[in-house]
DNA sequence: AAAAGTGGACGTGTATGCAATTCTTGACTT
DNA sequence: AAGTCAAGAATTGCATACACGTCCACTTTT
């Protein structure tokens, strides 16, 4: 096997203009996500490949490799010889998502506290702070709400110390992007979120392990009431139950 | 979608006597799961399909899927259009494996505490109690223990409370199995194994969920530090460095 | 008539072929 | 001589083809 540094240009620069290969299969996994966290199958549905295949215009190849990564996320079941079987992708099942989110990430911050340069920490409470005092609702105050956020997340996960502990939570982050887009924008969340994330900031700036990682405990469980209210009252919708 | 049971016979009755077509991904799964913690490749090495495929005899649809459960776990990168890129699995790795596995299996141990039957837990313990007793060293012996242990960390998370949380553990003891078997049968390990447990379930019994998650991190430091040592004294000798 | 056996439709697992992309080696320009 | 560009080789992503397994309805047997 040749150990050479691999893919080290992004892109050709020949071929920038050229209309790139679509590659399917990332699309389709967020694709079928949404239909599981929409409701739009019951626990125990099956999911033939050439049907999937059909409904998104793509032969069962890239079809089969979307359904083994949701296999692996833990939202369908993979039988031998027999197929796709749904898993119920409910209220009770994302609140299942956000615990294990909270056991991963609470401990990652009780880690990480201690090890992230005090400037990334002062710069992030100050984005914080002016996203606190202007509360805007707009769509752009709400992008830059969710940039810093994302910003937090991932500094936590950097700088806990362990690489696979970072990569679990990055899984369970896109998860939970997944189920949010499903439920659409929550800024009751965002707004809250902002003082949530405030105390995170402090704790760690603090050098307070504990008191971070409970403050991370309970933003998670925050997120998680709202998620799971805006799922149960209403966003059931498009695929109703009778 | 079509509601119905899928895959009610484990295996159809008039094809039990004819060979049944092997389904290779699984094995290949472990296979190179083996390779990669025996060092036989190194960070960063490509892993090119064709050359998998030749190796293990199959096509390259099998190892493509093998590659991407894989990747799911962790251990190698898959670019786009790039292929599969080697991760490290030295000994670093395999203590942030189990720091995880510590991490997620003492919060389960903390919530399964008052959730498992009592006569579960005594049999358990009189099993342990058997085991130590009579220590023998023999492979009967060595796989009762295992079988034991295994039953024990299955209630665990069966008992938990969140399927979730369960699954991720089921899938951690799935790959430090793999580590096991590449490091070999630990009979030390096993040893310290049964102490360790009895100090587990006799926690649950009293039922002290601090207690039982604090046991429960140190077996699996224990488990983690012999599997460390015997990875680092002459288990990386199949394909030493230089 | 009920249980067991059988055939075919449906679906999955794997092999192979093709298009697009990436990597590499060589020639060319400055 | 060093850097840049380009063409060919190598490799991935997807589509298609085929073999096998599963499941259901029907026939056969007792």
Redesign the pocket.
Known sequence: M?S?E????P?????LA????????PDLVRRLLLALFSGEWQAGD??????L?ERF??????V??ALQEIAAIGLIE???????VARACGSEEVREIYEVREILESEATRRACGRIAPRKLAALAADFLELQSAHRRDAAWSQREWAADHQLHELVAHACGNQRLAGEIRRYDQLIQVIRETVGNLREAQVAAIGEHLEIVKALRAGKPEQAAEAMRRHIRSAADHAIAALDSGHARTHAPA
């Open positions: 040749q050479l691999p893919c080290v240009n892109v050709s620069v020949k071929t050229v209309i790139s290969q679509p590659i399917y299969k099956r999911l033939p490949e050439v049907e295949a215009g793509v032969s069962r190849t890239p089969r490799e993979l039988r031998p010889n027999c197929g796709a």
